[in-house]
Each structure stands twice: as structure tokens, then as C-alpha cells.
């Protein structure tokens, strides 16, 4: 498959927030990307706050 940024043949798949699907994206473009440190899904790092994405951060706040 192709990276959905850059069109590089890649493995890497990360999660689409916006379209609540995974994408795929090889590693250099992966790099916009983090990990969530409660469930381990790839983000945007514009959407990861403390090192957690919006859905945690909601469930954390409960
Ligand atoms: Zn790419
Ligand atoms: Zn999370």
C-alpha cells in the first residue's frame, strides 16, 4: 500500500482521527505522528495533549 501523505510504498498504518479509520503512512511521514500512552493508538501529535489523545483525555477527566 502507499503512504496517504507522501505516496512512499510502506507497511505503517496509523490512525485518521477525522475520518475514525486507519490510514496508510510510511515512517518518515509517521513522524507528524504519537502514540497514546493509554491505548496505544498513532495520532496526530496536534491532537495528543500530555501524551493523550482527545478520547483518553475524556475518560481520564471522569
Ligand atoms: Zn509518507
Ligand atoms: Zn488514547
Redesign the pocket.
Known sequence: MKCSNCSAETKSRVFEVNICKEIPLCDKCKSDFGK??????N?YKQDLKNG??????ESEEK
Not at 36 to 41: A, S, V
Not at 52 to 57: A, D, G, L, Q
Open positions: 497514546c500512552i493509554i491505548c496505544g493508538e495520532w493523550m489523545c482527545h478520547n483518553c483525555m
